[in-house]
């Protein structure tokens, strides 16, 4: 039976209304149903709803599956392309990634996505097959992401091998001290499969990995009462401020990117996956957060000014200074937390789901990438090194740089319009049993 | 995504007008520097001053400079080349002829910043110089140590130098483009600014100045040369930046550069 859902559902016009809609093919519903998408409380199932249509608030509601959230694969694209440049070595393109306007960066959106489609994905799941096969589900993904990881691992040592050998500049004689865990690989390697040795730019990763371990618990606390979940989140990243809690590394330090903490990006994702984005959106199209959100972003944009125009700093009051700094990307500062939440409230009030210009031609690289957004990940660190190799070894000028960004990025589009492709010739050929379960790409990402 | 466009035009446009600033207001020196080592001035800006390096100028006292620093401090087999050296004789050249000025080097190799900061109370009571330029943050970033960690032990090893008397200036890391991808920088660079302004002393952004150097092509700091002249060179201007750096943020008159 085909149903357009998001006539039914509340708060159409402005709200952070991120639920999957459109005409789908879906089995016949109750009423109850139809007015808050499907939903797995039986309590709410049960309640003449026709009559009291919001007074009876689901434990979760479900979006259907049908047309993808195109929103979510833009600006994880984007944030893949972001996460490119910034793993190239500085050039005229990083004036163009967020970070230099504000407090947080490419890797909350990514993050936030991740646990907004995986929760979308595998919530799915775990209503229609259980517990057990979406756990088993997930760990199938984990182990794509962990092989993944160790891909790039290994990419990883024959660059900084090659280096080590080739390179014996005397200005740089301190700095080749990198070199030296090439000295134990035994400890090295095993250390990094363990994922306590991470080189740089290989955080987000294992950082991931540690996430979709947890899902499991998290959907399925979830289910159960989606706001003492996000409520339990929020407990978790206190406690860790408080008592600091962290993941050890090899050979000295901690994890780059505290799951203790990020994880409630993740969790903060997945509720509002889960029907908190809609339960949200009187708040989220009220002028008062905008307003809030704009002077939020504004005031961090001044503070990153000062950054780089140090002249700026002395406007800035000292005790705000003192209260201000550091701004803790380990563990996901409130002020970079809250940095996200103002961009994400703007963005979905002035980018409606429904905007035009996602179907645009123009946009289409973009969503590509963020459709499949492990692979893309990947590659982009593989050419991430690359890149830098090449800089390295052939000419290190602007141009270069410049036609280095610009063919990561295509290479990039390339490849993911080739997996799409793909995929679409083997879905019309294979099994037409594996239709909308929801498949790994959408929740993918790393 | 037209407002991004416009900001970074607008930041450029800072970047590329703050050199050409810079040229008309360059002091005379005994010795004119090489081109290649052009900074733009301000990456030689500071708004914390030196106040017991004009102190001593200014009273005539011997001007006791001690660099507390790593590998990346000298040049292997080349010590009078590097920067510490470097910049005692530019600051010979731009004070008066009457005023002493000495710079000593403590190389503490393969240590941590807390390590290093460990060594301070005693380091300082066998000397008691004027001015301690402490550069760190290799070794931590190349041992991925805590950001937290070594901000605290920075913050210790600053308030230990001035306990001691000392006017400070901490300089940062090296800029190493080959090892770009393998080390990161950029933690322990935004923590050093951080303790840098609480503590209100300059910081010597090495990093952004040898970058700036290798973007605009003056060093092609990617060479895999084995000899020791681009070290040589790079440690010259790294040398003549410093002391104008300090002499900047000591607030020295240009009248009394002249006597």
Request: glycine share 6%; hydrophobic share 50%.
């Amino acid at each position: 039976m085909i149903r357009p859902l998001c006539e039914t559902t509340a708060g159409s016009l402005h709200s952070f209304n991120v639920a999957i809609c459109g005409r789908v093919f879906e089995p016949p519903m109750t009423i109850a149903d139809r007015v808050t998408g499907s939903t797995i409380a039986g309590a709410a199932e049960a309640r003449p709803a026709g009559t009291r249509p919001r007074t009876a608030v689901p434990a979760i509601t479900l979006p259907a599956i049908g047309e993808r959230e195109l929103r979510l694969d833009l600006f994880r694209g984007l944030a893949l392309w972001l996460i490119f440049i910034d793993h190239l070595p500085p050039s005229l393109l990083t004036w163009f990634t967020i970070r230099n306007y504000g407090f947080s960066d490419a890797t909350e959106i990514f993050i936030f996505i991740s646990g907004y489609t995986a929760a979308f994905v595998y919530g799915r799941a775990m209503l229609e097959s259980g517990v057990v096969i979406a756990t088993a589900r997930i760990l199938r993904r984990v182990w794509q992401i962990y092989v993944a990881h160790v891909f790039l691992f290994t990419i990883f040592l024959a660059e900084i091998s090659y280096v080590a050998t080739r390179f014996e500049n005397p200005l740089y004689t301190e700095e080749m001290g990198i070199m030296d865990f090439l000295k134990q690989p035994d400890v090295t390697i095993v250390q990094a499969l363990l994922l306590r040795f991470r080189p740089v730019n290989m955080d987000v990763l294992p950082l991931y990995i540690v996430l979709m371990l947890a899902l499991p618990l998290i959907l399925w606390s979830m289910k159960w009462r989606p706001d003492v979940t996000l409520g339990l989140s929020v407990v978790l990243y206190a406690v860790t401020w408080e008592y600091d809690l962290y993941l050890s590394a090899y050979p000295n330090g901690f994890w780059a990117f505290n799951p203790f903490a990020w994880q409630l990006l993740f969790v903060f994702g997945a509720w509002c996956a889960l029907g908190g984005a809609r339960r949200m959106s009187r708040i989220l199209s009220s002028r008062v957060t905008m307003w809030m959100a704009i002077a939020y972003l504004a005031a961090s944009f001044y503070v990153t000014l000062t950054w780089y125009v140090p002249q700026l700093s002395q406007f800035m009051p000292k005790l705000i200074e003192q209260w201000m700094y550091p701004i803790d990307k380990t563990n996901l500062d409130v002020l970079r937390f809250t940095h996200f939440l103002a961009l994400a409230a703007l963005t979905v009030r002035f980018l409606p789901r429904d905007w035009p210009g996602l179907k645009s031609p123009w946009l289409r690289p973009l969503i590509l990438c963020g459709q499949h957004s492990l692979e893309i990940f990947c590659l982009g660190v593989f050419l991430a090194f690359a890149g830098h190799f090449i800089l390295a070894e052939v000419s290190g000028g602007a141009a270069m740089h410049a036609l280095i960004s610009l063919s990561g990025v295509l290479i990039m589009w390339g490849v993911a319009w080739v997996i799409s492709w793909y995929k679409r010739v083997a879905d019309k050929s294979g099994a037409k049993t594996k239709n909308a379960v929801g498949n790994a790409d959408l929740a993918g990402g790393g | 995504m037209k407002a991004k466009v416009l900001l970074s035009l607008i930041l450029l446009c800072g970047g590329l007008a703050a050199p050409a600033a810079r040229a008309g207001d360059a002091a005379p020196a005994a010795s004119p520097p090489p081109a290649s080592c052009e900074v733009p001035a301000y990456l030689l800006t500071s708004e914390s001053p030196l106040p017991k390096v004009a102190d001593a100028i200014r009273a005539g006292k011997p001007l006791e400079i001690l660099v507390i620093g790593s590998r990346s401090t000298t040049i292997p087999a080349s010590e009078n080349s590097s920067y510490p050296a470097r910049m005692e004789a530019i600051l010979k050249e731009k004070l008066p002829p009457s005023e002493v000025v000495r710079v000593s080097v403590e190389i503490q190799s393969k240590k941590t910043a807390e390590e290093t900061a460990s060594t301070f109370v005693k380091l300082m009571e066998a000397k008691t110089p004027t001015l301690v330029v402490w550069q760190t943050g290799t070794v931590d970033a190349i041992r991925a140590s805590d950001p937290d960690e070594f901000r605290s032990a920075v913050t210790e090893g600053v308030a230990a130098l001035q306990n001691a008397g000392a006017d400070v200036v901490l300089m940062n890391l090296q800029y190493s483009p080959r090892t770009e991808t393998m080390i990161s920088a950029q933690p322990f660079l935004d923590n050093m600014r951080v303790v840098a302004q609480e503590h209100g002393i300059p910081l010597f952004d090495r990093f952004a100045i040898m970058r700036q150097w290798s973007d605009q092509g003056q060093f092609d700091l990617f060479s895999p040369s084995r000899g020791p002249d681009l070290a040589k060179q790079v440690h010259d201007c790294l040398g003549r930046a410093l002391a104008q750096f300090v002499f900047d943020a000591a607030r020295l008159e240009p009248a009394q550069q002249q006597n």
